[in-house]
């Protein structure tokens, strides 16, 4: 366990999944859009990949720096930076692969939500993977509380964006977007469910 651990970190294990069925194999450069401190940068990290961070939060920029010269010392710690997820300093297309593990769910609202998609769909290359995962209401529709708009009252008492199998695949089919994988919904001891949305841009 202390072997896997030193390889992957606290790894998102459907992102752990991506890894296994082959889909960074040939990617160089990978951003993590809302990285916190990193917790999903681990093996990119010591596995020469070109790893690339935003967070609005400087101490989790800060966090993400040190382990980044922990186990990539050659890495410039200017591939992290603090930025929201809507307005990233990166070029179109500069990206081999996207993640946005427990970002798009901090949505203000419908408007917000597509901002940050657009963008991270905007530095995305063509051919490239986009990981997220989100709250949503799937399989909790009687559990969770309609405040205004799409945001919710969850059962653990937070509040959040959530999304439904409809809104993303419409979403999906506005970004010209290839369904990777059937969506994944986990529902952790009723108080919330995550899902998994796994995209391909079209070549």
């Known amino acids: 366990m202390s072997e896997l651990r030193s390889r992957f970190g606290e790894i998102d294990i459907y992102l752990f999944d991506q890894l296994l069925k082959g889909r960074f194999d040939g990617a160089r450069s990978v951003l993590d859009a809302g990285c916190g401190s990193g917790r999903n940068l681990v093996y990119f990290l010591q596995n020469g990949f070109e790893v690339f961070g935003t967070d609005r939060d400087p101490d989790a920029i800060a966090r993400v720096r040190r382990l980044a010269t922990q186990l990539a010392p050659d890495a410039p710690p200017d591939r992290?930076?603090?930025?929201?997820v809507e307005a990233m300093p990166f070029g179109d297309a500069a990206m081999d692969a996207v993640l946005s593990s427990a970002v798009l769910h901090f949505a203000e609202n419908e408007a917000h939500f597509a901002a940050m998609l657009n963008e991270m769909w905007r530095v995305l290359r063509p051919g490239g993977l986009f990981f997220a995962r989100l709250a949503s209401s799937i399989g909790m529709e009687d559990r969770v509380q309609p405040l205004q708009g799409r945001r919710h009252h969850l059962p653990d008492g937070s509040e959040r964006f959530l999304v439904d199998a409809s809104f993303l695949a419409n979403h999906?089919?506005?970004?010209?977007?290839?369904?990777?994988?059937?969506?994944?919904?986990?529902?952790?001891?009723?108080?919330?469910?995550?899902?998994?949305?796994?995209?391909?841009?079209?070549?």
Do not use: E, N, Y
């Open 80 to 84: 992290f930076q603090r930025a929201a």
């Open 172 to 203: 999906a089919a506005h970004l010209g977007a290839l369904p990777l994988d059937p969506l994944k919904t986990t529902i952790v001891q009723d108080l919330r469910a995550m899902t998994t949305w796994c995209l391909r841009k079209p070549s």
